[in-house]
């Protein structure tokens, strides 16, 4: 993915007035709701400390924890294989659907399974597959990626869908959202009573007793897990908590901090083949927990705490740069905003995602807004430093040794009032020579041309604020002569 895409996506997506109309309406509800909420409910910080608490506690016991889980699936009669790269993860599904002779798999909304892209592995296996969250089955349809993590559709609006609709499933034409609603989950109805099986992400699996939590508002994932006979499940190594007590507290964090709900419509718990005497449920469950860079994150104290994301997207609803560019521009990557501006370059490398830690504001929002207070503007800020030096161990080439040298010899002048006075003169001169309009620099060229491709640039002063502060002194009226026998309260007076 070249520079460009990254600017020539957001350039589109600021000029598109129904893009901005509809990621305005997900900021204004969810973003707004969820910083007033932190503000509102101190007492809610109690919680969101003991959830940081207990993610920092299992990822330095992720060994123990994903050994724990392990058992205790097995134990549940279910097969868990560790995957250390996407590829591993793509060939024990592809396997184990064509040992079971597959031919229909339905797919519960899944960051991961994005990150695997086992929806390619699917095609080029022959095997027909169906998204089954709503947005993801019209991204699906529309054959484009999810623009935003729980909201993947959010970049179309109703006449889009209806259209599309239409088209794709031959509905009669409708822009009227339950009739859409009612249509598209007709059409899914039909996917799940022929699947051979379902594959889902993980929200939450819980060591203790073996299982996954499964989190929706659609019933989708609770059907896609349960009606097929076989399941299953895509789980970053990351994604686990030691006991029910603190899944109570993350899963609180998770709908509040994803859609401002106390708790989501549905919560599912699946660990296993159907249990003797009970009506639904697979008869085979897999777990597949999957590496695919996590170790090598977890391994850095810089960046290990992104690993505390519980990918609920509320720092795409209050970051100003995802407010504009929205989720295609960041390089079409999984996950966008905040959080992919600094998981895709950790993920897929620092130099080829480069343009994603570059381009947030380091305002701070998201800091505010995550429910677990991951500190993504300080992590992007490491992200930057890696560019701008290079860095062996992430294999970060540097960017721009020339931006090395400039500010070496911007440092150089600050300590150096004669050489910082000639650098300013020359600036200025040149400065000068460059088109104005109103008195702002209109276009620079060079190195300095970025400055002035979106906006205007304000001219050198003509006096730095050292000659103004120097001028000052020197036409300074002189303090009056003291006048003999003054006293002390004249001198205040004349003060
Ligand atoms: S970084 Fe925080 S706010 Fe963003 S998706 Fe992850 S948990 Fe949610």
Redesign the pocket.
Known sequence: MNKSFYRENAKKAIADDKLQAAIDLIQDRLGKGILNLWKEKPEMDELRNRVKAAKNKNLKNLDILLAQLADSVEARGGHVFFAETAEEARLYTIELAKRRHVKLVVKGKSMLSAEIKIDQALVDAGIEHWETDLGEYLVQLDEDIPSH?IAPAVHMNREHIGDLLAKRIGMPLSYDPPTLTLAARKALRRKFLKADMGITGCNIAIAETGQVSLVSNEGNIRMAGTMPPIHVALMGMERIVANMQEHKDMLQ?LTL??AMQKISTYVSFNGGPVAEGCPDGPQEFHLIIIDNGRSKILADETFSE?L?????????NVCPVYGKIGGHSYNRAT?S???GA?IEPLLNGINAQADLCKGETLCGA?LK??????D?PRMLLALREKLAYGDEKWAVEQQNPLEELAFRGVGAAMVSPGLWHTGEKVVRAIMKKKPHQNNMVTAMSGPGRAWTEDRDLPPIAEKSFARLWKEKLENRPLPAEKKEGSSAKDEGEEK
């Open positions: 993590i964090l901090g994803a992104i505390n994301c519980i990918r609920c997207g509320a720092c795409l996950c905003g905040p959080i600094v998201c807004a995550c429910p677990v207070k991951n993504i």
